[in-house]
């Protein structure tokens, strides 16, 4: 049976990330049918229910305003007085040369051409010659050609021509050599700035998103029709506004209810999932705020991006949650979260098929690459793998739907270079998320479990025999765990500091007793089970003073369950019958607890009792190791000892043969071969 009193606050949590999301949401309806090029419509005929304008497509509207952008005409006033100016100093210089009047009659005309037609400054018309640009002269403009201006050069070799053209003056000539004519050709034309921005502003305003009207009863596909491109921007065309209306005339109420019932089966899978199989997440208040956190951020960003602009949320980082998720707990549930996350998400996106696909994929490509995620290298060729991942998948479905690259957007390959990015720069943050939250990563793992740390190097001097005992446990919970399924690394680590409380009175156990000399012999039963139960309390407040993380000091609770320290409580059974029903007494040979709450805790439990049991076996043999590890675990089960953690029976068995096994090898029991 399940106590649901002890998941009231999860239930409160639960209820805080759902509304948040369920305030994120469009108010608009859902177009009910999924539709994609190169698809057959299985549907019946479709007719438009009403009218509705067709609207161009992303790529057709950008291609629009470039080209709208590139044709644009840029703006010139003309100086009309500049000619005549500069025609007054021309005749000015050369009254009273011997040759004045015939260079002024050479020259009069193309000079009053350049200027009429335009003399523009360098570097201010466009290098298209067959450009069109507007001049405006006295109020009033004409369109010209590029090619029809002056510029400078131009213009100063249209003189030295006309100068030279028929001339056999000497005279003539070396004039049109000099540098004077230069010195009458100044611009006439000034950039209008400001003005070419306003009209290149208003000609790109002036683009229509739309392109044509569907009449209301119009055939827009018929069943069996393989959707074209344009048959997509129509069918696109009418979900953009049967969603639009919907909003405005749909009943509001009905619709905000069927958001929130989506958003409560979502979350309630999610809740589900957890309550049957992950329990400990679920009572562990820092873990569910972490997890729901994401969630509801995550969803969050998802859809206000997709108000914005809706392709960039295949930009979104998605899987950076289940990779938070299964470096601090667990890969299983990171998974499921994960894909209920992008299933609640992707009902919100335009292609909600090819958003779920993409991003189903690539989560679990990153929940199996970031498993090491310890190692540096690993990080970045997990990043590149996540890459690769959506970048396939993206083009197995454009060639699925139209069987050729035609349709690939290299916009996609941008978000998922920058989704990628993001990945690899938020999982940075799970050093921040250690301290604030006190979780532990894969990395912190592996820096508990180096032998050579402070805490396990005075427990290999204080308690040797202690430090034998749990490396070997360490060695059977990891073969075991990792046949079973579960965290190598944290069982590991729990394993190697579950028994530092020894520290505190180190001979008074039995794997540190040289000599065959027993203390406990001296001591009355009550007294000696006080003593082995606190080396429990002691280890929990040695591994607080070293800053252990509450993950690992998990592992000294719940080693030893609830259960009793039956060698000592049977002594004093013995020697005080009357007290065998005095459950207030049976409590002073109780651990005080918690039972294992996790498949890995768990398996330390069974790990331990079995080794320190083995010990004691006057003739480990095959049939003597199985007998016994039959029966601990067995006891442990029958006990309830492990009905809290997320074992199955079938793990159970599992668990057994692989502690056997490697008892065996420990112990070198050979295999006994049938006689011929």
């Given amino acids: 049976m399940i106590d649901f009193k002890r998941f009231r606050k999860a239930a409160v949590y ?15 309806g859902k177009f009910k049918y999924e539709f994609n090029v190169g698809k057959t419509w299985t549907e019946n005929d479709l007719l438009a229910p009403f009218d509705f304008p067709v609207y161009k497509t992303e790529a057709e509207l950008l291609e629009e305003r470039k080209r709208t952008s590139e044709q644009a005409p840029s703006y010139f006033v003309m100086d009309t007085l500049q000619g005549v100016e500069q025609a007054y100093k021309l005749r000015s210089a050369l009254a009273g040369k011997a040759s004045g009047e015939a260079l002024l009659k050479r020259i009069s005309k193309p000079l009053d051409e350049i200027y009429k037609r335009g003399l523009a400054p360098s570097g201010t018309i466009p290098n298209e010659r067959n450009r069109t640009i507007i001049i405006l002269r006295g109020g009033l403009s004409h ?30 000539m070396e004039y049109a050599d000099s540098a004077e004519l230069n010195t009458y050709l100044v611009p006439n034309l000034s950039y209008d700035e400001d003005l070419t921005s306003t009209i290149k502003r ?14 209301e009863g119009s055939v ?25 209306n919907t909003g405005l005339s749909g009943n509001q109420f009905l619709m905000f209810a069927g958001r929130f019932f989506f958003i409560l089966i979502c979350m309630g899978g999610i809740l589900a999932l957890l309550l049957m199989f992950m329990r400990s997440m679920l009572l562990d208040g820092r873990c569910l705020v972490f997890t729901l956190s994401l969630i509801a ?9 997709l108000r914005v602009s809706p392709s960039w949320v295949y930009a979104v980082p998605f899987t950076i949650v289940p990779i938070y998720i299964s470096s601090f707990f667990y890969s299983r549930p990171a998974i499921f979260i994960h894909f209920i996350l992008i299933l609640m998400t992707g009902y919100f996106t335009p292609s909600s098929f090819e958003f779920v696909f993409l991003n189903s994929v690539a989560g679990i490509t990153a929940v199996i690459g970031f498993k090491h995620s310890y190692d540096r290298g690993q990080l970045f060729v997990t990043g590149l793998f996540i890459f690769l991942t959506y970048l396939i998948s993206y083009s197995a479905l454009k060639l699925l739907q139209e069987g050729s690259f035609r349709s690939f957007d290299m916009m996609y390959a941008l978000y998922f270079v920058l989704n990628t990015f993001m990945v690899i720069v938020l999982f940075q943050f799970t050093f921040l998320f250690e301290h604030v939250f006190g979780f532990v990563s894969r990395s912190r793992l592996v820096e508990l479990s180096d032998t050579n740390r402070r805490l396990l190097r005075e427990l290999a001097e204080v308690a040797p025999g202690t430090a034998q005992h749990v490396m070997q446990v360490a060695n059977l919970s990891e073969a075991v765990i990792r046949e079973i399924g579960g965290d190598p690394l944290l069982v590991r680590a729990g394993a190697l500091y579950h028994d530092i409380g020894k520290m505190k009175n180190p001979e008074l156990f039995i794997e540190n007793q040289m000599h065959g000399h027993n203390p406990h ?4 039963p009550e007294i000696s089970a006080q003593i082995i139960i606190e080396h429990v309390t002691y280890g929990v407040e040695l591994a607080a003073k070293h800053n252990l993380p509450e993950a690992i000091i998990d592992f000294i609770r719940t080693h030893h369950g609830r259960s009793k320290v039956f060698y000592f409580y049977s002594r004093y ?34 790990a331990d009792s079995c080794e320190a049991a083995s010990r004691s076996l006057r003739k480990p043999d095959e049939l003597s190791i199985n007998t016994l590890v039959d029966k601990i675990i067995d006891t442990q089960l029958n006990e309830g000892y492990l009905k809290d953690s997320d074992v199955t029976l079938r793990d159970i068995e599992r668990a057994k ?19 011929r």
């Fill in 14 to 28: 639960f209820a805080i990330a759902s509304f948040a999301i369920l305030l994120l949401t469009p108010r608009g």
């Fill in 143 to 172: 369109a010209t050609l590029v090619a029809e201006l002056f510029t400078e050069k131009s213009a100063y070799d249209r003189l030295k021509a006309a100068i030279l053209n028929d001339s056999h003056s000497q005279e003539l």
């Fill in 202 to 215: 208003n000609s790109l305003d002036a683009i229509l998103p739309t392109e044509g009207m569907i009449s």
């Fill in 220 to 244: 827009i596909i018929t069943k069996g029709e393989t959707v074209s491109g344009e048959t997509f921007k129509a069918l696109s065309s009418l979900k953009r506004e049967y969603e639009k």
């Fill in 297 to 305: 951020i995550f969803a969050g960003i998802a859809l206000i991006v």
């Fill in 521 to 524: 012999s001296n001591l009355a």
């Fill in 573 to 606: 059974l013995d020697e005080h019958p009357e007290a065998k029903d005095d459950e207030r007494l049976a409590q002073m040979f109780t651990y005080p607890g918690p039972n294992p709450s996790t498949k890995e805790m768990a398996v330390v439990m069974m």
């Fill in 657 to 675: 043969e692989v502690i056997k096994a490697k008892l065996r090898n420990i112990y070198h029991v050979r295999v006994e071969y049938p006689n």
